[in-house]
């Protein structure tokens, strides 16, 4: 059975840095692509930052030059560093995993983890 398990998320003030965590049982996260998606209330989950297979990375406008998305083969964990955070940050964090590779078929999803940035 796969398992992704987020964790990191937490309060902090404008300009401060979190570092998110997906722990993946079940699934080698370097077989398909990874992502980390935001929720808002009210508002549609969006697309922060993807990892390909090959390690290439991708990442929404909103994060570019300010959060990082990395694997750790040996420990099949997903992380996002995010530096710099905004109140606009705010929101339920998943990592997700498509196992096709496409970053298009986002499969297999975690349950969250809040990160709440205030000014």
């Known amino acids: 059975q796969v398992q992704l398990v987020e964790s990191g998320g937490g309060s902090v003030q404008a300009g401060g840095s979190l570092r998110l965590s997906c722990a993946v049982s079940?699934?080698?996260?370097?077989?398909?692509?990874m992502g980390w998606f935001r929720q808002v209330p009210g508002k549609e989950r969006e697309g922060v930052a993807i990892?390909?297979?090959?390690?290439?990375?991708g990442y929404a406008d909103s994060a570019k030059g300010r959060f990082t998305i990395s694997q750790d083969i040996a420990k099949n964990t997903v992380y996002l560093q995010m530096n710099g955070l905004k109140p606009e940050d705010t929101g339920m964090y998943f990592c997700?995993?498509?196992?096709?590779?496409?970053?298009?078929?986002?499969?297999?999803w975690g349950r969250g983890t809040q990160v709440t940035v205030s000014s």
């Open positions: 079940g699934y080698t996260v370097s077989s398909g692509c």
């Open positions: 997700a995993a498509d196992p096709t590779g496409t970053c298009i078929e986002f499969q297999i």
């Open positions: 990892i390909l297979r090959g390690g290439s990375t």
